[in-house]
């Protein structure tokens, strides 16, 4: 099988001829550790964010990637988007609709002051409708590494509503005090979500990753009650769009997400990412839901591939792979993503070890395991 159909395969819960490996993002720090393992780290730039780079450094970038993501055999590549992002100062990014983030040399950029302050803001303000070069990862990834499964990460309408407002606490408050606004906030977000999902199935991605955590290690975000206003419906029309356009669709959350998971299941997502080892099992998630999902991840980034040893990493794979692999409808992952902490030998025995104890029907047997 290519690694395309095996991700494909265990995204439908069917069985590929091995568990099939994929990330949800590489930031550039790791792209760069990883890929000076295989190719001469002079052609490679120096370890900064992208929108500092100058094109030859991206281009640098992109074909670090390449060669990473072929030398270690990853079943599944992710794309995110390439929309413009400027900078303002030595802290923070403005971005295409008006956001303003603040970014750390590691951290992931989080919003600190949107443009819709109030509904008054809202009447004036114009969304930003997603265009063709903002895609231009995804067409760059299914041109150079055929045979992978391609996925692109589509920030949803809880997530680019709480980057509008400036903040999670901003629209959390909303939810409570001005739900008008939240409702319009969630419509025209989702409005953007349908239009990008045609570009995303024309550009030929196989699946979409709906991108926000929605929990805290201790539990959801919001109500129960709230979810069910202000996300739940949204939801219901991305996953049915992103159906008929024939491309499958996960949901990605940290968190406790115990109570979240039948609600993911109801909107028809297809899987879920990536039940983070310090807030759920992912065994008992595949023995309750395993029917009904594939489950995706979750080997720990927090600690075990940023401090443990390679024998540690290689145990916990095999482990993981025992408990939640047989009868298919899984996919390894790291419990979030390869940031600049992850020792990159210690991702390579990640991968390492899923190809040793992670083929099908071997490990149903018992004979990998």
């Given amino acids: 099988m290519t690694g395309k159909e095996r991700v494909m395969t265990a995204l439908k819960r069917g069985r590929p001829d091995m568990v099939p490996v994929w990330e949800l993002a590489f930031n550039e720090g790791s792209i760069i550790a ?22 030859l450094d991206v281009l640098r970038l992109v074909n670090g ?37 603040h970014a ?9 002051q949107g443009p819709i302050r109030d509904a008054a ?18 067409d760059l990834m299914a041109a150079n590494l055929p045979g992978k499964a391609v996925s692109y990460i589509l920030n949803g309408p809880f997530f680019l509503s709480r980057c509008l407002r400036g903040s999670l606490e901003n629209l959390m408050m909303d939810y409570v005090e001005n739900p008008g606004l939240a409702r319009d906030l969630a419509r025209m977000t989702t409005d953007s979500n349908l239009a990008a999902l045609e570009i995303i199935a024309k550009k030929g991605a ?33 996953v049915k769009r992103a159906h008929q356009l024939g491309l499958q669709i996960v949901k990605h959350t940290d968190g406790k997400i115990q109570t979240m998971v039948p609600k993911f299941i109801e909107e028809g997502f297809d899987a879920v990412h990536p039940f983070q080892p310090q807030c759920i099992d992912l065994a008992e998630s595949k023995r309750k839901w395993g029917d009904k999902i594939c489950v995706m991840g979750n080997i720990d980034c927090v600690y075990l591939l940023v401090f443990g040893s390679a024998e540690q ?32 030998e210690n991702f390579m025995a990640m991968i390492e070890a899923a190809r040793e104890f992670g083929k099908y029907p071997e490990l149903e047997k018992g004979i990998s395991i």
């Fill in 34 to 55: 990883l890929a000076g393992k295989f190719m001469d780290p002079k052609d490679l730039p120096e370890p900064k964010n992208v929108n500092d780079m100058s094109d």
């Fill in 65 to 101: 990637f390449k060669v990473m993501a072929t030398e270690l055999g990853l079943d599944g590549v992710t794309a995110t988007t390439s929309a413009p992002m400027k900078r303002v100062d030595a802290e923070h990014f403005q971005d295409a609709m008006g956001v303003i983030l």
């Fill in 104 to 112: 750390s040399p590691k951290g992931e950029p989080y919003p600190v």
């Fill in 121 to 138: 803001d809202l009447k004036k303000y114009k969304m930003r409708m997603p265009e063709d070069l903002d895609f231009l990862m995804l």
């Fill in 206 to 238: 196989d699946f979409v990753v709906n991108d926000c955590d929605m929990a805290y290690n201790s539990g959801p975000m919001m109500s129960p009650k709230h979810y069910d206003q202000f996300i739940h419906p949204y939801h219901c029309e991305i």
């Fill in 313 to 344: 990493v290689r145990a916990e794979v095999r482990k993981t792979i025992a408990a939640v692999a047989p009868g298919g409808g899984y996919i390894l992952s790291s419990s979030n993503t390869i940031h600049p902490g992850v020792k990159p």
